[in-house]
């Protein structure tokens, strides 16, 4: 078991308090940033394979706001999932550590339920619909289901299950635009929603594929799990995976060539990095294959939503 002192800063006012953690544990300006770009292209995706125009700006506001309280709700759910573990092999974390308490961290995230309630309110009350069962989700992600050993011991069970949510979130964030005019998800939404699902995959596992002297005891990554080569070939396939679903896209909003160009560009940097990774497992390859997750999820977002409207004159 690995301890430390009490975090530093722990005596220090809540608001450095709340300023070192966003900093460590949800970093708010990169956060804000790629979802804002999330939460915009997927309300333009809707727009286009429905052939209305975009919607008025608060609508973008209301999806963008409501996805930020979401993604800080997840974060907030896995400081309470984690606790014990977070104790025994990661004390150095703001919250086993006294940088900020686990009821502050939860407070805050319970209190953007009124407040994401309310934004979605003001816009559309219907959307509560799609909003709700993402917060049933997360619920039962965070109960790990009422299975916690069994799913556990399936790690691939558990990345399906956990990453179930982002389509669901993009359902939310894309119903901000068609639930006001439609019963139903205009045709082709679920090419996006697949494709939400799978670079949600790419994230989850690029962030854990890890150079053999940075695996940690009680840190479960796939690199420790499968090897760090057959990891980082799993990455690789998971954004090939996704580049066939946004190329569909592509083809659905009639813009295929638009949004497929940056598409490969990426994938073919995505490959020469985590095919490099396999060769040759360093820690700056792992850092390169973290980062090259988030780029590729915000390239495929930008040519899914903005390449398509660009094409087609969809400003004018």
């Known amino acids: 078991m690995t301890t430390v002192a009490r975090h530093p800063a722990a005596e220090a006012p809540l608001i450095k308090r709340l300023w070192l953690y966003q900093a460590e544990r949800f970093p708010l300006m990169k956060t804000a940033t790629l979802l804002a770009v999330f939460s ?7 727009a286009h394979l429905a052939g209305r125009p975009l919607p008025e700006i608060w609508t973008f506001a209301v999806a963008w706001a409501v996805t930020v309280i979401l993604f800080f709700q997840m974060r907030a759910c896995d400081e309470w999932k984690d ?10 974390r703001p919250v086993p550590s ?34 709700a069962i993402v917060w049933l989700w997360l619920g039962l992600m ?22 179930a949510i982002m389509p669901l979130i993009d359902l939310f964030i894309t119903a901000t635009e068609w639930l006001p005019h439609a019963s139903a998800p205009p045709p082709g939404l679920w090419i996006f929603l697949a494709l939400s699902f799978v670079n949600g995959c790419v994230i989850e596992i690029g962030r854990k594929v890890w150079a053999p002297e940075s695996e940690r005891e009680g840190v479960e990554t796939y690199s420790a799990l499968l090897g760090p080569a057959k990891a980082a070939r799993i990455w690789v396939a998971a954004a090939t995976a996704a580049f066939g679903l946004l190329v ?20 073919a940097i995505v490959a020469w990095i985590g095919l490099g990774f396999a060769r040759n497992p360093t820690v700056g390859g792992q850092k390169k294959v973290d980062l090259m997750a988030g780029l590729w999820v915000f390239v495929c977002y930008t040519a899914a939503g903005f390449a ?7 400003w004018s």
């Open 40 to 46: 915009a292209a997927s309300i333009a995706v809707s």
């Open 83 to 92: 606790l014990e573990d977070d104790r025994t092999y990661r004390p150095e």
């Open 98 to 131: 006294g940088l900020v308490s686990l009821r502050l961290v939860l407070g805050l995230g319970l209190a953007g339920i009124p407040l994401g309630a309310a934004l979605v309110a003001s816009h559309a009350p219907v959307v509560l619909v799609p909003l």
């Open 142 to 163: 965070t109960m790990e289901f009422f299975v916690p050993e069994w799913l556990k011991a399936r790690p691939f069970l558990y990345l399906v299950s956990h990453m």
């Open 248 to 267: 569909l896209l592509g083809v659905a909003v009639g813009a295929p060539v638009a949004v497929a160009i940056p598409g490969a560009v990426a994938l």
């Open 308 to 314: 398509p409207l660009v094409a087609a004159g969809f």
